[in-house]
């Protein structure tokens, strides 16, 4: 497709994915050949413009070692809590009845920022993967892997949970198998990517969001499972500058 369209259309295809062009590097693809080699360059200049510009570097939230800066949930659905172990570098939420969880005790932004985690299911058939975290002044939980195992989505939307709204999603996951969750955060928007997928994609500008009871211990920053033994690597957040990506966005479709 992009063979036959000229750099400026490719240019203001970037632009409205969010990508912020400087005048001299907008000189510079449309001076540049369209041969291989050139290809290389300017599409390596698009990587790096992405992610200097929009994006803070990632802050690592679980040092690999120790529950350090996290506590164990030991209340209300968490009371028959599973072991919370660290072993080779990531953890292991053994099963609970129901729940097995564990909060983050550090500040962390309320908006505009990004959540990466692997996890994977271990043993069990609920969700492994239950993820609260704040959305502005208010909280949301992404569940994967809920109700018969297979459940995705956001909880709550308009009071809805993960498996009855529009983020309700169906996945086959693989017992033992890594899965990596990006979530990002906007005042307008949540989305999920699932190992470079796009599996939730939530306009919230007019939407109620909210956690179901059961994750209130969890909140402001928490991680849960439920009826099943979890495994979980590499969290991190970062910080990201949205408004810059609204408005260049915004000026595509005017």
């Avoid at 907008?26 to 994006?55: E, P, R």
């Avoid at 996290?70 to 660290?86: A, D, N, P, R, Y």
């Avoid at 990531?90 to 550090?106: D, E, M, N, S, V």
Wanted: charged residues 20%; glycine residues 8%.
């Amino acid at each position: 497709m992009f063979l036959c369209e000229s750099h400026g259309d490719r240019i203001k295809h970037y632009r409205c994915q969010g990508i912020k062009f400087p005048t001299n590097m907008t000189n510079f693809a449309n001076q540049t050949a369209i041969g291989q080699n050139g290809w290389y360059v300017w599409l390596l200049l698009i990587f790096l413009k992405t992610t200097a510009v929009f994006a803070e570097p990632w802050l690592p939230i679980f040092n690999k070692k120790n529950l350090q800066d996290w506590q164990i949930i030991k209340t209300e659905s968490f009371v028959h809590h599973g072991q919370i172990t660290v072993k080779n570098g990531h953890l292991c939420l053994r099963a609970g009845q129901p729940g097995t969880g564990i909060r983050y005790l550090k500040p962390i932004p309320r908006t505009n920022y990004e959540l990466l985690i692997e996890a994977r299911r271990e043993e069990g058939f609920d969700f492994f993967c239950g993820l609260t975290f704040p959305v502005g002044s208010n909280y949301c939980t992404f569940v994967a892997g809920g109700w018969d195992g297979d459940i995705t989505g956001l909880s709550n939307i308009n009071r809805r949970s993960a498996a009855d709204n529009e983020t309700t999603t169906s996945i086959s996951y693989e017992t033992g198998r890594w899965y990596t969750f990006l979530i990002r955060v906007t005042p307008k928007q949540i989305s999920v990517h699932m190992d470079d997928q796009q599996i939730i994609n939530a306009d919230i500008r007019h939407s109620e969001i909210g956690i179901r009871p059961t994750m209130q211990p969890l909140i402001p920053l928490g991680l849960s499972s439920w009826y099943t033994q979890a495994g979980v690597r590499n969290l991190r957040i970062r910080s990201i500058r949205n408004e810059s990506v609204s408005e260049e966005r915004r000026k595509c479709h005017d």
